[in-house]
């Protein structure tokens, strides 16, 4: 972790709090500013986590989706963080039994997993592990709660619940458009004005990131090779082989402004 990293991460908060504080505070923008102001002093930074654990009552984890990079941060923060410190994981495919099998606190280790965008999105999956105590999973609960957020409870499961259906069915977008049975803004508009989706597969594959989407398939397909649902698409890995990520790159299934 970087200084410009973590420069890039406040400068990012600020950013969506103006979006909140516009509308919320549109007739009286000095209150808006100040309340923009008292948020931002309750977030500190640090390039030690370490350092940071010793003072956590809960260490939520958001770094690279790599197995072995995740369970060599947990077992070490295991080594720094108080007794009853939580950890939980903000993967979106990975299995977290396996992420904090590294630590000598499994009962008190879970998921915590949001999504995009944070600030707008209501949900948020907890998931509990097999060893996951019955006191870390209400905290857990609680915690989301305490953010105004709305939890479902959900098992250790590849994608737990909503990209275990969303995933294979942006796959399947994909696929229906790889056979020649239309284009991607036909497929896009059907979904959204035929289904009430607020993104259409192309667009929110765009928004999630075309290599977080071949990441979480290529894991399920190796896993389970003979399971159509998590068959690979042939145009997905070419995208994803010619940099051309989604919004992040400013290029996808279709072209964004820089
Ligand atoms: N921070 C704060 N507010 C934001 C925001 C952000 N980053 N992004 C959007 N908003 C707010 C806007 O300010 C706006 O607020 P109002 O309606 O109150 O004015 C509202 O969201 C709508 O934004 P826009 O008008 O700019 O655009 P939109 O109507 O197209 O909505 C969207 C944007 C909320 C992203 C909507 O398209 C949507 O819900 N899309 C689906 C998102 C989704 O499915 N996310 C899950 C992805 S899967 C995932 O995250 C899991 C994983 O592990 C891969």
């Not at 977030?43 to 369970?71: C, F, H, R, W, Y």
């Not at 999956?125 to 905290?139: D, I, L």
């Not at 994608?159 to 294979?168: A, Y």
Request: hydrophobic share 40%; aromatic share 8%.
């Amino acid at each position: 972790m970087t200084d410009d990293v973590l420069k890039k991460a406040m400068k990012g908060i600020q950013a969506s709090l103006r979006r909140v504080v516009k509308k919320t505070f549109s007739e009286d923008p000095e209150s808006g500013d100040e309340f923009i102001q008292k948020v931002m002093q309750k977030v500190s930074t640090s390039t030690d986590p370490g350092a940071a654990a010793a003072s956590s009552d809960l260490v939520l984890e958001a770094i690279v989706e790599n197995m072995k990079i995740k369970q060599d941060l947990f077992g070490f923060l295991d080594k720094m963080a108080p007794e009853h410190t939580v950890f939980a994981s903000n993967t979106s495919s990975l299995p977290i039994g396996e992420i904090v099998s590294t630590t000598s606190r499994q009962d008190r280790c879970g998921g915590l997993h949001f999504f995009n965008p944070v600030p707008m999105m209501k949900l948020v999956e907890v998931v509990a592990t097999s060893s996951t105590s019955p006191e870390t999973a209400e905290s857990l609960l609680n915690f989301t709660k305490a953010l105004g957020k709305t939890p479902v409870c959900c098992k250790d499961t590849p994608g737990f619940i909503v990209n275990r259906l969303l995933v294979p069915y942006m796959m399947e977008a994909l696929r229906l458009h790889e056979r020649g049975h239309g284009s991607i803004e036909d497929i896009d508009t059907a979904m959204k004005l035929g289904a009430g989706y607020p993104m259409g597969p192309f667009e929110l594959s765009d928004y999630v990131g075309l290599d977080t989407m071949k990441f979480i398939i290529d894991g399920w397909s190796e896993k389970e090779p003979d399971n159509p649902i998590f068959a690979p698409s042939e145009l997905l890995n070419k995208l994803v082989a010619q940099g051309k990520l989604g919004k992040k790159t400013a290029e996808g299934f279709y072209k964004y402004k820089k």
